[in-house]
């Protein structure tokens, strides 16, 4: 069909895939009537249905990017043994939805030796890295997505495979300074450290009025160069966010050499107990180190370790930190707290300490 | 550009194969052998090796629309494109996929065999967003790849200032926590609005995500702009006797120190040796007692959802978490669904209306008040919005003011009425 026939025939506006077609039958039949689960083992949860239905849900991780002949294997195994159903989650890890108990182990070590993934990624373990696209496929990246997640979880790979932290501890990295990696109670981001470089050239073909909006702080403004219309930005005021790269590719906000990576810690979606909170800084000025960041994965080990020693059960890494204080947690992990540490943007005040209370 | 495609030297990729070990799986290992069978994964892999020796990234990011989507395909380009002609144009196909993704393993293989027929063979599941994301077309096979997917019922993904592809937990499918039908208003929310995240017409982009609890499986919170998050009315449900198992089993001092002393709000005491009692009135609804004791504790029986707005992540004003606009809602029929799309369809009219460019729903309710929004939604002020009412003594009470010397009434001066921005509007 050439390419005029095909766009004839779009749109077709289909909607989303209907669930329950994509659904295992025991999880069609007691839809809405689960009672309660139990822990077999880590990456293995046994849902009990009111119905007295139990189904084995088997959690593993994934790479996330993955060949058609790796989602082939998978499909493979959940029709010999999840009757042809399984699930993703948010996480990128695949669950396998197995109706018989005996078909558990089994699975378990077809999971492991023909596709390779861990069982594991439940409770308070570490969970795969939610991460974004990287050099393997964006347009804006300062550092590697799936390439820095496979190295990180390398280094952590018995926490996924074994609960052994005081509560779950959710990792994310992003490429850049969009943070499209998301909170979580350890983030890794790129940091910029210069204010975009101007293409006089390139910038021609972007939308001027487009690119001076979308600053946050109002630091880009409109100029000529070589009689033509270009754009400059007020260094004193850019903070380095990148928001004008993202509009304009000829805002150049990265830098090979002086690009580098912080670590943020403590952000939490639940509203379990206080609630819900966003992630600190805690580390920065660490090496984009291609292939495999070690001392990005040496700092986000020392901080784990230190959760580990030091938080109560149920306790997130974020919960662990505001109840022993932030003197402390550097204390321990032994990183600088620095001038850098103490906020000056939007709401700034609000997070200095307007009280006595000092651990002394 | 045919002249250039010559047959490349073997590619090395000496940096990437230090990938290929350890125990966690190697995205490296398995694109290596996809590169047997697609060449292009091969060079592909050649380009991400120079971003790795260099530190340094060679797509350049544009736009190719399917005819009738203004979205839906991220268009790549490669800068290295004489090195690697089979990438020079190598773009990603978002497509929806089943709520909760949620798959039979003949949907899974539909989707493989279609990608293996017309893209590189590469999939993601799943994006950030959600959607399937299908790596690998150049800007004919994109064409065709679209039109065999939506013929087999698929449809593509929202991009771009729309409303993106809606995601949530595995809810009811699952999950005793559930409160409401977490999948079925994913399907809802997104076939009633299929055109809108087909059709960019929105200041910037829209995302639902929907959890069936406070647990917050879908991280709606932070990183949408309208979380749906399950609660319930009335008292959560006790089950005594498993009460009893649990504190002999752990202890009470166990029950003590992980349960009762973690409660937000203080709501639960011990009640002899065998017992708790719950302060309904006063709990909140974390979660976190009942995720501590879940066989002995439920949410209660009359379920629904909480409706926040807001949420987004650090550009361009820093982080916003999501706020509260609806306490409870319920969620069981057809009925309170539509309701809830009514809601939508208020807060796109007025945020469509007066937000600026590249306006997120939560920084335009930052720069107008959250007050002025309520208004333009059309819903009244309630105290669970607000953590505590306001510390700020400078007010523009509209009632208390008199009229001026020249007896002209009093009005609050619009905040959203001025017209701003008007280069934007400009064709």
């Known amino acids: 069909m050439s390419v005029q026939e095909v766009k004839k025939k779009a749109p077709r506006d289909n909607g989303a895939p209907d669930h329950k077609l994509n659904l295992h039958p025991l999880m069609l039949k007691n839809y809405g009537k689960w009672k309660y689960y139990e822990k077999v083992r880590t990456g293995v949860l046994k849902r009990v249905a009111e119905s007295g239905d139990v189904l084995y849900v088997v959690r593993a991780g994934s790479p996330r990017t993955m060949s058609v002949n790796v989602i082939r294997k998978i499909c493979d195994i959940a029709d010999k043994y999840c009757q042809g159903f399984l699930r993703f989650t948010s996480r990128a890890n695949v669950e396998f939805l197995v109706g018989n108990e005996k078909d558990v182990k089994p699975l378990i070590k077809a999971v492991e030796k023909e596709l390779g993934f861990p069982v594991g990624g439940t409770g308070a373990s570490i969970s795969n890295i939610l991460h974004t696209q990287g050099w393997l496929h964006c347009n804006l990246p300062g550092t590697d997505a799936a390439g820095s997640v496979k190295a990180l979880m390398d280094e952590l790979y018995k926490d996924f495979v074994k609960e052994k932290l005081p509560n779950r501890l959710k990792i994310s990295t992003s490429c850049c300074s969009i943070n499209c990696g998301g909170q979580a109670d350890i983030a890794i981001n790129v940091q910029h450290h210069h204010p975009p470089r101007v293409d006089d050239k390139g910038v021609g073909v972007c939308e001027h009025p487009k690119v001076v909006a979308i600053c946050p702080v109002a630091a880009i403004r409109p100029t000529t160069a070589d009689g033509r219309p270009s754009l400059e930005v007020v260094p004193e005021k850019c903070m380095y966010c990148g928001a004008c790269h993202g509009q304009c590719p000829s805002m150049e906000i990265r830098d090979a050499k002086t690009d580098t990576l912080s670590i943020w810690i403590g952000g939490k979606a639940a509203s379990t107990r206080k609630g819900p909170s966003f992630m600190k800084l805690a580390v920065w000025g660490l090496p984009n180190n291609a292939p495999r960041w070690p001392e990005v994965g040496e700092a986000v080990k020392t901080i784990v370790e230190a959760y580990r020693k030091g938080g109560k059960p ?8 505001e109840r022993i204080g932030w003197k402390r947690f550097f204390e321990i992990t032994g990183f600088p707290f620095t001038k850098y540490h103490i906020d000056d943007f939007k709401n700034a005040r609000a997070t200095l300490n307007t009280s006595t209370h000092v651990r002394l | 550009m045919s002249d250039a495609k010559k047959k490349p030297e073997s590619i090395k990729t000496p940096l990437l194969d230090e990938l290929t070990t350890g125990q966690w799986p190697s995205f490296v290992s398995d694109l290596k052998n996809l590169s047997h069978t697609k060449p292009q994964v091969g060079q592909l892999l050649g380009q991400l090796e120079q971003s790795y020796e260099d530190r340094w990234n060679y797509w350049q990011g544009t736009v190719l629309n399917v005819d ?7 268009a790549r380009y490669s800068e290295l494109s004489e090195r690697f002609p089979d990438i020079a144009q190598f773009h990603t196909v978002r497509i929806i996929p089943p709520p909760g993704w949620v798959y039979s393993t003949k949907s899974l293989r539909q989707l493989c065999d279609i990608w293996e027929k017309h893209g590189a063979g590469i999939m993601q599941l799943h994006g950030m967003t959600g959607d399937i994301l299908l790596l690998g077309t150049d800007n004919v096979t994109t064409f065709d790849a679209a039109e065999e997917l939506m013929e087999a019922g698929w449809d593509l993904g929202g991009s771009g200032g729309a409303l993106r592809t809606p995601a949530c937990c595995v809810g009811d499918a699952y999950c005793e926590s559930s409160c409401f039908d977490t999948m079925g208003i994913t399907k809802y929310l997104t076939d009633r609005f299929i055109s809108q995240l087909h059709r960019p017409e929105f200041p910037y982009k829209y995302k639902f995500k929907v959890s069936g609890c406070a647990n917050d499986c879908a991280c709606s919170i932070q990183r949408s702009d309208m979380p749906i998050i399950g609660t319930w009315k009335g008292p959560m449900q006790i089950d005594q006797k498993e009460v009893g198992k649990f504190i002999k089993e752990h202890g009470a001092d166990y029950v003590v120190n992980n349960v009762i002393t973690r409660c937000p709000t203080q709501a639960i005491t011990l009640k002899g040796s065998k017992e708790i009692k719950v302060d309904n009135d006063n709990c909140v609804r974390c979660m976190h007692c009942i995720n501590v004791m879940h066989k002995a504790l439920r949410p209660g029986k009359q379920r629904g959802a909480t409706i926040l707005v807001g949420g987004k992540r650090t550009l361009k004003i820093g982080d916003t978490m999501s706020s509260m606009i609806v306490p409870f809602m319920p969620l069981e029929t057809e009925e309170d669904w539509e309701k809830l799309g009514d809601l939508v369809e208020k807060i ?6 007066n937000g600026m460019e590249h306006e997120r729903v939560g920084e335009f309710i930052e720069r107008v008040g959250l007050a002025t929004f ?42 959203v009425d001025k017209e701003i921005e008007t280069f934007e509007k400009a064709e």
């Open chain 1, 314 to 321: 149920y306790e997130r890494l974020g919960e662990w930190v």
């Open chain 2, 68 to 74: 009738g989507y203004g979205g839906g395909v991220i």
């Open chain 2, 348 to 353: 796109w009219e007025f945020w469509g209306e």
């Open chain 2, 374 to 415: 309520l208004e333009g939604i059309g819903l009244k002020p309630l105290p669970e919005m607000v953590i505590h009412p306001r510390t700020n003594p400078y007010i523009k009470f509209e009632e208390l003011a008199p009229g001026r010397m020249g007896g002209e009434p009093h009005k609050r001066p619009s905040v």
